[in-house]
């Protein structure tokens, strides 16, 4: 069976909220998802998942440290992730408060991996961002990346 990991770093719920609503989306689509923060996730990890989306809150127009720690520490399976399908969503407090460079800096890292990164035509293009909680928009969007990267996933499968 597929199977795709949500890991997010959370400092004030609000990432975490669109994890889980990513995580909704995935087991809408009848794939097995694990939802975890990112302290919980080790880079040998990410071996064991066909897809990996991955989620930050905005700091200084990229990821938080411990995400960036985590793809760091992925060095060592270099070439092992190929393959395997990935996407990234972001939160910020403010309208232009660098939710795009944030995503794109997470997808850079997955593209050095080889994997396959699912955009969305519709919506948010590069991933589902947030400014503050999640509002109705942005709920439909992580729903929506959830269902769009868990059908890849079974494609590929």
Request: proline fraction near 3%; aromatic fraction near 6%; hydrophobic fraction near 35%.
């Amino acid at each position: 069976m597929a199977k795709l990991l949500v890991v997010y770093y959370s400092r004030t719920g609000n990432t975490e909220k669109m994890a889980k609503l990513i995580g909704e989306g995935v087991k809408e689509e009848g794939v097995e998802v694990e939802v975890k923060k990112v302290e919980d996730v080790n880079a040998e990890d990410l071996l064991d998942f066909d897809g990996i989306i991955m989620g930050s809150p905005t700091y200084y127009g990229s990821m938080a440290a411990d995400l960036k720690k985590l793809l760091d520490d992925s060095v060592k399976f270099h070439g092992k992730l190929d393959g395997k399908v990935g996407a990234a969503f972001s939160s910020s407090a403010n309208i232009g408060g660098g939710n795009e460079t944030t995503i794109m800096d997470i997808l850079k890292g997955f593209l050095i991996h080889g994997m396959i990164i699912q955009g969305d035509p519709k919506g948010d293009h590069y991933g589902p961002v947030a400014i503050g909680s999640p509002d109705k928009r942005s709920t439909k969007g992580c729903k929506r990346m959830g269902q769009r990267v868990a059908g890849l996933v079974k494609a590929l499968k």
